[in-house]
């Protein structure tokens, strides 16, 4: 790869370029590889094999970058955390969500989001610093939740977070809000998270 030819890497970028339009508008599932080569202009129908191998090859070209740039951005927020701060909670939520928020910035990471939320329970591989941030997390909800019930709200938290992303991405694509608005509407997403995980435990779940 790192002497590939110039029209090779220009066939492998129009192919990662296709996908990410067709994954975030349709999912995964939604798409053939046939189609994917079609929106590329790939004349080569086994383009796609030749590249990534399959489906899941495809899938991980387009989604490790944006991976690596979160974890590496959750790395230095949470380097930065001052211990034994007054709500760990929130602040543990912010290194979350804003890495994410930050997505929005560009075509690219908009995708990302949409594709992100159509795959937001599926158990894959986490990089270090997000699986420490998911650690501390826990460690901070169990103190305030039975386990079971903090699994669940996790859960939650997964099927509001990144819904909620993508919806906001693919609005922006159609109309970019302010700076303002979108810092006002990302902090109101981290009051959400944080709602749904300290939310007091109702009768029912403490039995």
């Known amino acids: 790869m790192l002497f590939m030819p110039r029209q090779a890497g220009a066939t492998r970028a129009a192919l990662l370029d296709a996908a990410s339009r067709l994954f975030a508008e349709r999912g995964p599932e939604g798409v053939s590889l046939a189609e994917i080569n079609a929106a590329a202009r790939q004349k080569n129908t086994a383009a796609v094999h030749y590249h990534f191998r399959n489906r899941e090859g495809l899938l991980a070209a387009l989604l490790e970058p944006h991976q690596q740039a979160i974890d ?3 790395r230095e927020l949470l380097d930065a955390l001052t211990p034994g701060g007054p709500d760990p909670l929130r602040a543990l939520t912010r290194v979350l969500v804003l890495p994410l928020a930050e997505r929005l910035d560009e075509p690219a990471g908009r995708r990302f989001l949409r594709l992100q939320a159509r795959l937001a329970l599926r158990q894959d591989p986490i990089h270090p ?3 420490e941030l998911v650690k501390r997390m826990r460690r901070v909800v169990h103190k305030r939740l039975p386990a079971a019930l903090a699994r669940t709200r996790g859960e939650l938290v997964q099927l509001m977070l990144f819904p909620a992303l993508a919806e906001r991405a693919r609005r922006e694509e159609e109309k970019p809000g302010s700076r303002r608005e979108r810092r006002a509407w990302v902090e ?3 009051d959400a998270v944080v709602g ?6 109702g009768e029912e779940d403490k039995a």
């Open 196 to 201: 749904i995980l300290a939310a007091p435990v």
């Open 188 to 190: 109101a997403l981290i």
């Open 129 to 131: 610093a997000s699986t």
């Open 72 to 74: 590496a951005q959750r």
